[in-house]
């Protein structure tokens, strides 16, 4: 039911409605004929009370990380510590103008100043743009600062980026809009980059590989020093996507590893709820050879004061990507949970996410389920195959994905990524306890078994929620997005 279900004429509460600074009839005149209404606007009409109550339930319909598990992999949704939107929150952050002069807002300057730092340390890179609005602005930044790189060197020969079979979609998209011919390594039957492939595709048209570690597979890379070493000697740089950065922050630095370039989801591993379309934030970092190229405004600091470094501080700079300097409120809180957790603390990050993956891995494994990777220990993330239960008992992984709606859990990603046949990616973050991921592991017990007595009624869920089964292609092709009286 929508609002407009609710109106009825006359049912309104003028007596909160603000005061008009002047008759209306005289605030028309300062808007031009041509822009008069001609009709009242279509609102509903309702009491308070029928508002706050409609949107209360509606929020009760919604799965979210206040209210469910959310083991959605590859895409880290943790909870993330109130205290860090209430820092975020101060008045003397949210009411500092973009333009106000460097003089007028020096805490401001300095916290994201020592925020650029701290991520510095944490990838063991040598320096840090926070101006990317996202991940993929970020991701975007990382590549295009590579370019810059090659023809600052009057290297216009490469033409190539080499991205792994397993990489996130945003990758290759990135690579092509940089200009950049896409071109595909394979993974071996381990998870790994197939390195004999690698050694066979790098030339001296080779811009750069980006590659994700841990990836999309949920295992760690393991020769990442050789692949770094293939790619450097054939002239090529190492671009990190940071999306997984979860698993291993505190642990292992992406700059140890060989990498050029590094852009993080501070919205996924530090603290910012994401999903529903952002805001996000994705601070780009490079190493010695590409600090000339970083996006600006950077944060600089000289004597104590700190201010924006722009166009005349840095000439090689690939430019700027957004109106002011990135998206501040998303910084701050990446700076609060920073000072919350502390260096120990984020250590314990990586630590408890992988071992609550290994944990929720091995008692799935035990229950009867396939694990794609059985080899290998899992990262933040692992992925089963329901090959099996597809072929045997005709119920698919949307299926099973379908009917944990009804045991309260939201649905982990599915079919990606695509070599993995019947794919569901499970990703429990840190922040979830044993008692919660045994009960995840109990309700897909029970859907298993239900899949073996009476596959059906997995094939028909959910059944509990306010929406059933939906026909994702028609939704997908013809949304109705707009109610019309």
């Given amino acids: 039911m929508v609002i407009f279900a609710k109106s009825r004429p006359g049912r309104h509460n003028p007596v909160q409605m603000p005061a008009l600074s002047a008759p209306l009839a005289d605030l028309a005149d300062d808007i031009p004929e041509r822009f008069h209404r001609r009709a009242a606007p279509l609102l509903p009409e309702v009491s308070e009370l029928d508002v706050v109550r409609h949107y209360t339930r509606l929020s009760q319909l919604n799965f979210s990380i206040d209210t469910h598990f959310y083991p959605l992999g590859s895409c880290t949704m943790k909870y993330n510590p109130r205290g860090c939107h209430a820092v975020a929150s101060l008045p003397g952050f949210q009411k500092r103008h973009p333009l106000a002069p460097d003089a007028h807002g020096q805490g401001v300057l300095a916290t994201l100043y020592e925020l650029q730092e701290m991520l510095v340390e944490i990838t063991g890179m040598a320096g840090c743009s926070l101006t990317p609005m996202a991940g993929a602005q970020g991701e975007f930044a990382g590549v295009a600062m590579i370019r810059a790189y090659h023809l600052a060197r009057g290297d216009q020969g490469r033409t190539e980026f080499l991205v792994p079979n397993a ?27 197939d390195l004999e492939a690698l050694r066979q595709a790098v030339g001296p048209q080779t811009a750069g590989l980006m590659l994700t570690n841990p990836s999309t597979l949920g295992v760690f890379e393991r020769r990442v020093a050789d692949i770094a070493r293939v790619v450097h000697a054939a002239g090529g740089l190492l671009y990190y996507d940071g ?159 379908k009917r944990l709606l009804d045991f309260g859990f939201h649905a982990p990603t599915i079919y990606f990524p695509l070599l993995v046949p019947e794919c569901m990616l499970i990703e429990p973050t840190e922040t979830e306890t044993r008692e919660e991921l045994d009960r995840f592991v109990a309700a897909m017990t029970a859907i298993r078994q239900e899949a073996q007595t009476d596959p059906e009624r997995v094939r028909r869920a959910p059944h509990n929620t306010p929406v059933k089964r939906l026909d994702d292609t028609l939704a997908a092709r013809k949304p109705d997005l707009v109610w019309k009286p």
Wanted: glycine fraction near 12%.
């Fill in 167 to 193: 990489a996130h979609g945003t990758n290759p998209a990135t690579a092509s809009m940089c200009g950049f011919t896409v071109r595909e390594i394979p993974t071996d039957a381990e998870g790994d980059v």
């Fill in 243 to 401: 999306a997984n950065l979860n698993a291993i922050v505190g642990r292992v630095r992406p700059g140890d590893m060989g990498f050029d370039a590094v852009h993080l989801n501070v919205h996924k591993t530090l603290a910012t709820p994401h999903g529903g379309g952002g805001p996000g934030a994705g601070p780009v970092l490079a190493n010695a050879r590409l600090l000339p190229f970083l996006p600006i405004p950077m944060l600089g600091e000289e004597n104590g004061r700190y201010r924006l470094l722009e166009e005349r501080d840095r000439p090689q700079s690939i430019g700027r990507l957004s109106a002011y300097m990135g998206n501040v409120g998303i910084l701050l809180r990446a700076h609060a949970y920073l000072r919350l957790t502390g260096s120990a603390g984020i250590r314990r990050v990586a630590e408890y996410a992988t071992l609550n993956a290994n944990y929720l891995m091995t008692r799935l494994r035990a229950a009867g389920f396939t694990v794609a990777f059985p080899n290998r220990r899992a990262t933040h993330e692992f992925i089963l195959t329901l090959r099996n239960e597809a072929h045997d008992w005709g119920v698919t992984t949307l299926d099973v994905a």
